[in-house]
């Protein structure tokens, strides 16, 4: 079939569906994945292709959540009312279309799609003479036929001869109405786009796809969701008479304290600057200044106050790396106290922190010991964390 296609490239994002599969009051595409909702996540990575000229989202008729979302105010967006099922969603779509167009067809909840992955399905549309390509990857596990009422085995299937249908599903608009509608007058509902297709003879290859591009179908799902952030965080304090050191909790005996507005417990106020950073929410200075509610305050209670910014955006502490720099005291001894302090306040077991303590070779202020300075490094996750 001859594509003879517009320059106008078209997104449609299929959003009409209730989740019935999704054991949760939310739709599904409304969750939240950090700071954005699945259909935010999902549809940025679109709005990054400067080629699309238009993304179509249908939805359901009672849907308002829509327009609750950020991306509705960008001027590529076009909400109209979606069908009964995905694919009168997506014929629904193709009508308001008045040229012969290259559509992009993506699940709504597919959200670790990115710009690079649709530039490249899209070049390969071009290149090729499919009437559609699909994301798509092999199978990796045993397939077995079954016995649907039973879930007893009929046979093993050589998975070999297979591959699992993703999106984006790259088409033009002419062929997909042919082919929908004549799934209408079949009374056929398609899985997918290419099954239509494939109904009128056209022809369907595949494009490999990334096991990362999960579809959120139920609550499980949300764990195959790629957002994992980084943070570095740093802080230094000098010595003055005292009677021990704060590090990560710890208290370690010494003949000098850190001469600080509050604990001084370098450890943990470079943990704190990592989250915050990680996050965009600023460092440990804008969110606990020098003035008399801080004056005093323990790192333990500064990073219980920053770390629930950080949760209600969604996101936890899965590891952290810490680099303690000090002529002395010689903190080998402590490394153990030191961690299991971390844990107890972060809630992260042992395994999951690392600790390590250097000098700096007698030189500079740490070298003449004047004082010492820690460094962090921290990765989020976002989970649904039970950190209260």
Wanted: hydrophobic share 40%; charged share 25%.
């Amino acid at each position: 079939m001859k594509k003879n296609l517009s320059e106008n490239i078209y997104a449609i994002i299929p959003a009409a569906g209730l989740g019935t599969r999704f054991d949760s009051k939310i739709q599904k595409q409304y969750q939240k994945i950090g700071s954005e909702t699945i259909i935010e996540r999902t549809v940025n990575a679109f709005l990054g292709v400067k080629s699309i000229s238009q993304i179509i989202i249908p939805v359901n008729a009672s849907d308002n959540s829509i327009y609750k979302q950020k991306i509705i105010r960008e001027q590529k967006i076009k909400i109209i009312e979606g069908g009964d099922t995905r694919a009168q969603s997506v014929l629904n779509s193709l009508l308001t279309i008045n040229e012969n167009s290259m559509v992009v067809v993506h699940d709504a909840v597919r959200p670790n799609i990115n710009k690079f992955d649709l530039e490249r399905i899209i070049s390969e549309f071009n290149n090729r003479d499919d009437d559609i390509i699909v994301f798509g990857v092999p199978v990796y596990e045993s397939l077995k036929m079954i016995n649907k009422e039973t879930l007893s085995v009929r046979k093993s299937v050589d998975r070999n001869d297979y591959y699992i249908a993703q999106t984006p599903q790259v088409t033009s608009s002419e062929i997909l109405i042919k082919a929908l509608e004549q799934c209408n007058e079949e009374n056929f509902v398609p899985c997918d786009e290419s099954e239509a297709i494939e109904r009128i003879g056209g022809k369907v290859s595949f494009v490999p796809g990334s096991r990362k591009n999960t579809k959120i179908t139920v609550i499980e799902d949300l764990a195959g969701v790629d957002d994992t952030r980084v943070g570095l965080g740093f802080d230094s304090h000098r010595y003055r008479d005292g009677d021990g050191l704060m590090i990560g909790g710890f208290k370690v005996p010494f003949k000098n304290a850190f001469e600080a507005h509050s604990d001084g417990d370098i450890v943990i106020h470079a943990l704190v600057d990592s989250i915050l950073g990680a996050m965009s929410l600023g460092d440990i200075g804008v969110h606990f200044p020098e003035t008399e509610e801080w004056k005093d305050c323990s790192g333990e209670k500064i990073f219980h106050t920053a770390y629930k910014m950080v949760i209600n955006l969604g996101y936890s502490i899965s590891q952290v790396d810490i680099t303690v720099i000090a002529q002395e005291p010689k903190l080998s001894v402590f490394r153990d106290d030191i961690i299991s302090s971390l844990s107890n306040i972060t809630k992260l077991e042992k395994v999951n922190i690392g600790f390590k303590a250097k000098t700096s070779e007698k030189m500079g202020f740490i070298g003449n010991n004047e004082g010492a300075a820690a460094m962090v490094l921290t990765k989020l996750i976002n989970e649904n964390s039970s950190y209260k």
